[in-house]
Structures are given as structure tokens and as C-alpha cells.
């Protein structure tokens, strides 16, 4: 029902739609790498699915502002009817990744949600998944930077208290 300001008039619009499954989909909406440490090397495999009864070809690009920190090999291929095809994603997050893909970042937590896409030429809508990731720094401090044991002797064992804390 619709309804103007100024009048009393209100229009009645019924819409019926029917909706069909694309035939290229990703087998996970959110590829999820957990926590990865800045500068540390993560690899998932990001799974692409036909449904239809001909091939698709299917190309993955990164968002510009995360195309130094993601990389896919092959990043095209022809999906094949009713078979998976297994694109490898390459995700090396540094520091800088932040202030690059900061209007992806969830605020409160060091994390992204950064939405990919899969570009099917002959399908008429893209397909859409979320590559999230919380960031953190691999940083760990001991409250005393040398621990001295005295004298050890081979048959005996000695232990000390140590402290230490995490700065992520």
C-alpha cells in the first residue's frame, strides 16, 4: 500500500516474482581465515560450484584496495557441470592492510569482511562471497628478557617462573 502526504488517496500494488538458483554459486558465503598474524602467509581453498547443465566461464578479482595483500591461482577457469573447481587464494595481510581496506574493517575488532566477486560472463547476476579475517601482531613480551638457571648439572632439572604477555 502506498500512501502521499497531503492526500487521503492510497494506491494498493501486489507483486508476484519467482526466483531461480543461479547455476555458478561458491560453496562458502563467508571463506573465514580465523586470526592471521601480519606478515604471515594463509591459504584457503575457495570452491566454486555449478548447478547447470552446460560450462561457465568464471573469473575472481580482488578489490583494487586488496589486491596487494590477495592473489588466486588459476584466477579463471571453466566450471564444468556438477563438478567442483578449486581456486587457491593467497592472503599475506601486512600492517598497511588497514589503512587500505579500512571501510571493510569491522569496528571494535581487528577484523575485515571484505566483500569478493566471481565474474560469470554468460550468468546475468555476479556471485557474491565475504573473505573475513581477524588481524592481529604476532608480538609476545617476557616481563624478564634473560632467565639464568645458575648452575645446571646433566642429571637434574630446574625450573624458573616466567611472565609473559601478549600484545595483540
Same mark, same amino acid.
Given at each position: !500500500?502506498?500512501?502521499? #502526504?497531503? @492526500?487521503? %488517496? @492510497? !494506491?494498493? =500494488? @501486489? =507483486? +508476484?516474482? @519467482? &526466483? =531461480?538458483?543461479?547455476? !555458478?554459486? +561458491?560453496?562458502?558465503?563467508? +571463506?573465514?581465515?580465523?586470526?592471521? $598474524?601480519?606478515?604471515?602467509?594463509?591459504?584457503?581453498?575457495? $570452491?566454486?560450484?555449478?548447478?547447470?547443465?552446460? &560450462? /561457465?566461464?568464471?573469473? +575472481?578479482?580482488?578489490?583494487?584496495?586488496?589486491? #596487494? /595483500? $590477495? %592473489? /588466486?591461482?588459476? #584466477?579463471?577457469?571453466? !566450471?564444468?557441470?556438477? $563438478? #567442483? /573447481?578449486e581456486m587457491q587464494m593467497k592472503f599475506r595481510p601486512t600492517e598497511d592492510i588497514m589503512k587500505s581496506c579500512g571501510k571493510y574493517a569491522i569496528p571494535g575488532l581487528q577484523a575485515l569482511a571484505v566483500p569478493m566477486l566471481v565474474t560469470v560472463p554468460e550468468q546475468a547476476l555476479p556471485v557474491y562471497y565475504t573473505l573475513f579475517a581477524r588481524l592481529t601482531t604476532g608480538r609476545v613480551t617476557f616481563e624478564q628478557p634473560v632467565i639464568n638457571f645458575g648452575d645446571c648439572y646433566v642429571t637434574q632439572s630446574y625450573r624458573k617462573a616466567i611472565k609473559m604477555k601478549n600484545e595483540s
Open positions: !500500500i502506498l500512501q502521499f #502526504d497531503g @492526500t487521503d %488517496e @492510497t !494506491i494498493k =500494488i @501486489t =507483486i +508476484v516474482a @519467482t &526466483s =531461480i538458483k543461479l547455476p !555458478i554459486y +561458491v560453496a562458502e558465503p563467508v +571463506v573465514d581465515l580465523r586470526c592471521c $598474524v601480519y606478515g604471515k602467509l594463509y591459504r584457503k581453498k575457495v $570452491v566454486i560450484k555449478n548447478r547447470g547443465k552446460i &560450462s /561457465f566461464k568464471a573469473h +575472481v578479482k580482488p578489490p583494487p584496495e586488496l589486491a #596487494d /595483500f $590477495v %592473489e /588466486f591461482n588459476p #584466477d579463471m577457469g571453466f !566450471i564444468q557441470p556438477n $563438478v #567442483d /573447481f
